[in-house]
Nanobody, 119 residues
Framework: QVQLVESGGGLVQAGGSLRLSCAAS????????MKWYRQAPGKLRELVAT????????NYADSVKGRFTISRDNPKNAVYLQMNSLKPEDTAMYYC????????????WGQGTQVTVSS
């Protein structure tokens, strides 16, 4: 079955950095667009970054452009989110997502990893 396991969250001061990781299994990782989402308390889940499969094209929410970088390692079935210049408003639960709508009829998310940025 599809499994997505996030790690790397934590507490960091404003201006600091964190690197989130997501280990994927249960599908052909190299063929799937991967995404990072976040959800802050009382807010809707927000798409933060996307990376496609073969071309590894990336796209970012305006709020994180220039600060966050999404990358993937296909042999390791892993996707990463490097977060620099963190702000208190980046505080949220971060989720790794796999776009499996075409092959499995739905998208999948992991359990999330908490990122807290103190001012």
């Amino acid at each position: 079955q599809v499994q997505l396991v996030e790690s790397g969250g934590g507490l960091v001061q404003a201006g600091g950095s964190l690197r989130l990781s997501c280990a994927a299994s249960g599908f052909t990782f190299s063929r799937v667009t991967m995404k990072w989402y976040r959800q802050a308390p009382g807010k809707l889940r927000e798409l933060v970054a996307t990376i496609t499969s073969f071309l590894r094209s990336t796209n970012y929410a305006d709020s994180v452009k220039g600060r966050f970088t999404i990358s993937r390692d296909n042999p390791k079935n892993a996707v990463y989110l490097q977060m620099n210049s963190l702000k208190p408003e980046d505080t949220a639960m971060y989720y790794c997502g796999a776009d499996l709508m075409t092959t499995m009829g739905r998208n999948y998310w992991g359990q999330g990893t908490q990122v807290t940025v103190s001012s």
